[in-house]
């Protein structure tokens, strides 16, 4: 699986958008990119996952790059609940998945 | 509800004495896993099985073993417990474990294991 890489922290305001970037420079034409939240120390929570087109559910709004080589989780009007560890992965099976670090995202009133 | 139960979700036990953590997840899926997550090192996979009586090792499976008896079961057994297995540890499942973009993990709510 191509490595992705996150900034370990992020800030946001509560009801303003976060977008969390992810780099994938190295992924392959059939990996899709996952994205996974863990709130505390409870179990990952799957958010969306998309291959080339931006993909958008009830949570998060996925967008590519063209190119694939990164990629931004948008979580559209933050709130405090928001507060978690998001991973960003790239990987062809969406169950053999390596969790990263992962970025930190404070969501501050 | 659609669920993952881990049980138990906390222990305190001392060396070599065996343990069982027992997964079951009530939505049919093919495919279940362990992960050990410890600070500073990310959660990484124990063991996982791609189906009934199908298990393999995943990233870090020394020290412990796994039965896939049934569907919804996936046990994890730590046959002589060291400090080193203290940790969070994860069940998950998803409906199929093979195939380009195979769905969603289904994560349960964790078990943390203390061995003095």
């Known amino acids: 699986d191509a490595k992705t890489t996150q900034p370990t922290s992020m800030d946001c305001a509560e009801g303003r958008a976060a977008n969390l970037p992810c780099n994938h420079s190295t992924i392959s034409g059939n990996e899709y990119v996952y994205w996974y939240r863990q709130i505390h120390s409870q179990g990952p929570q799957y958010i969306i996952h998309g291959l080339k087109n931006n993909e958008t559910n009830e949570m998060a709004s996925l967008i590519i790059t063209e190119d694939r080589k990164s990629s931004t989780l948008i979580l559209p009007h933050a709130t405090l609940r928001d507060t978690a560890v998001y991973y960003c992965?790239?990987?062809?099976?969406?169950?053999?998945?390596?969790f990263g670090e992962g970025t930190q995202l404070t969501v501050n009133p | 509800e659609a669920q993952v139960t881990q049980n138990p979700r906390y222990l305190i036990t001392v060396t070599g004495k065996k343990l069982t953590v027992t997964c079951s997840q009530n939505m049919n899926h093919e495919y279940m896993s362990w992960y050990r997550q410890d600070p500073g090192l990310g959660l990484r996979q124990i063991y996982y099985?791609?189906?009934?009586?199908?298990?393999d090792k995943g990233d870090v499976p020394e020290g412990y073993k796994v039965s896939r008896k049934e569907k919804r079961n996936f046990p994890l057994i730590l046959e002589s417990p060291s400090p080193n297995q203290t940790s969070l540890y994860f069940c998950?499942?998803?409906?199929?474990?093979?195939?380009?973009?195979?769905?969603?993990?289904?994560f349960g709510e964790g078990s943390r294991l203390t061995v003095l």
């Open positions: 099985s791609m189906n009934v009586e199908v298990t």
């Open positions: 992965i790239a990987s062809t099976s969406g169950s053999r998945l390596t």
């Open positions: 998950a499942s998803s409906l199929r474990g093979s195939g380009i973009g195979t769905g969603e993990l289904f």
